[in-house]
């Protein structure tokens, strides 16, 4: 019968690549931790209209990308595309906003229905922060160095660069969008067809456009900085200060936009040339409005999320993944000897008791010796116990061979009672 594979676009993880998932997953989640932030969880799948709202009706997201179907009882829903929206709704729907400062992170996986390629998935992992109720630059500044500090403990800070944006509220975006249609309309033959369709609907979605021909015809466009309001301008100056102060290096691009309608003035991504097409590993920003117009009380936000599946591309391009990342187990408990098993299978939980932390993993299935060490060797384990009967005797085993899997290959006899001792000293070697 033909083989029924995984949809396209969605990865299977497997066990050699999880260690380095678990790896980003560890220091994220340390890093968020050291900086107050609380986890909140919400649903993989909400109701269709949460996404229109927020992420815009006119986007690519919400007109081409949302995995969106009829439940059975004739409700719109979605898979969810991004976090920021649930997390929103979720922490609204539960009192959590109002009059009040939160600090929360979520993570899991995002789907979109976009043409696969390398780091690009229609099921995708991300790990996204948002903070509540905080208005000045400083919580900015915050999120963005919490961002930063993240590649400094995965060791890949070298390798990323920030850059950062302002686009003002949407009534100084409405000014600007018909300032740069009517710039883009004397030309609109020459520009790509996404950016054609784009003019009248969302013409500022223009300046994301890859097409070289219309990268050069917005090269003359008018530039959003001179319709900001003084507010935002005040804001964004303030946040620069900040970011200077606190030695962290940017670039200012004035075509940053993002691709999700909620967004006013700071927004940020930060990028690699290391990963090839797909290069932005993270991205954010402040989102002021999101709140109301969900239906909640006016509420500042900002925050960012990043894409987990592009992290793991780029630790692996760039051998960051230090080596005890992917430790295996530490121990492997050979039983030669079918009348072994009930006292390995004892002797191996009570190691476990006596060393919490131990990875110790038994041959199950018995085996010759040979057999069992060649698996003791591609377990990854550094040391080997060896439980097996001299000659005929029917006698619990009253000794183990303690076998180091290194090049030294050295080997001891260790009576059972003494164990314990024996390999305190192995492991904390
Ligand atoms: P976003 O820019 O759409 O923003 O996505 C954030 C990150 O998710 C991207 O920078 C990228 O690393 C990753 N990502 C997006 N799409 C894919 C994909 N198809 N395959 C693999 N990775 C992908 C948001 O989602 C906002 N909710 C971020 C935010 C949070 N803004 C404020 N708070």
Redesign the pocket.
């Given at each position: 019968m033909a083989k029924i594979h995984a949809v396209r676009?969605m990865n299977d993880i497997l066990p050699d690549e999880t260690p380095s998932w678990q790896f980003v997953e560890r220091c994220f989640r340390n890093v968020v931790r050291r900086y107050g932030y609380k986890e909140i969880r919400f649903p993989i799948l909400e109701q269709t209209q949460l996404f229109k709202r927020s992420?815009g009706e006119i986007t690519d997201?919400v007109e081409k990308?949302m995995y969106s179907f009829e439940d059975r009882n004739g409700d719109s829903l979605s898979l969810r595309?991004?976090?920021?929206?649930g997390?929103v709704r979720a922490a609204d729907q539960h009192g959590l906003l109002y009059n009040q400062q939160q600090r929360l992170w979520y993570s899991g996986p995002?789907f979109?229905h976009?043409r696969?390629q390398k780091?690009?998935?229609?099921q995708?992992?991300?790990f996204?922060?948002?903070a509540f109720g905080m208005a000045g630059p400083d919580i900015d500044a915050e999120v963005i160095l919490l961002s930063a500090q993240l590649w400094r403990e995965l060791d890949i800070a070298k390798s990323l660069t920030l850059k950062i944006n302002n686009i003002g509220s949407s009534e100084d975006r409405a000014k600007y969008g018909s300032e740069l249609r009517s710039y883009l309309s004397s030309c609109a033959s020459q520009l790509d067809r996404d950016s054609q369709d784009r003019l009248d609907t969302n013409p500022l979605r223009i300046l994301d456009s890859k097409d070289p021909e219309t990268q050069v015809i917005l090269e003359n466009a008018p530039i959003m900085t001179a319709f900001l309001n003084q507010e935002s301008q005040d804001h964004y100056e303030r946040l620069k200060q900040l970011l200077s102060d606190a030695d962290l290096d940017y670039s200012e691009n004035p075509k940053l936009v993002?691709?999700?309608d909620?967004?006013n003035n700071a927004?940020f991504?930060?990028t690699t040339n290391d990963l090839g097409a797909?290069g932005?590993?993270?991205?954010?920003?402040?989102?002021d409005g999101l709140v109301t117009k969900l239906g909640g009380k006016s509420t500042a936000?900002?925050?960012?999320?990043?894409?987990?599946?592009?992290?793991v591309l780029l630790l692996e391009a760039l051998a960051a993944i230090p080596a005890c990342a992917k430790a295996g187990v530490d121990i492997y408990l050979a039983i030669v000897g079918d009348q072994l098993v009930s006292q390995g299978l004892q002797l191996a939980e009570s190691l476990r008791q006596q060393f919490p932390t131990l990875a110790l993993q038994v041959n199950c299935g018995g085996g010759k010796y040979s057999s069992q060490m060649k698996k003791a060797y591609n377990s990854g384990a550094g040391t080997v116990i060896v439980l097996e009967q001299d000659g005929d005797s029917v006698d619990p085993v009253t000794e183990v061979k303690l076998r180091r899997l290194d090049d030294s290959e050295e080997s001891t006899y260790v009576p059972i009672k003494d164990l314990q001792n024996a390999l305190s000293k192995i492991i904390r070697s």
């Open positions: 676009g992420i997201i990308e595309p991004e976090g920021t929206a997390c995002m979109r976009e696969p780091g690009r998935y229609r995708f992992e991300q996204g922060i948002e993002r691709g999700l909620y967004y927004v991504e930060w797909q932005t590993v993270c991205a954010g920003g402040r989102y936000a900002v925050g960012f999320a990043l894409g987990v599946d592009r992290l």
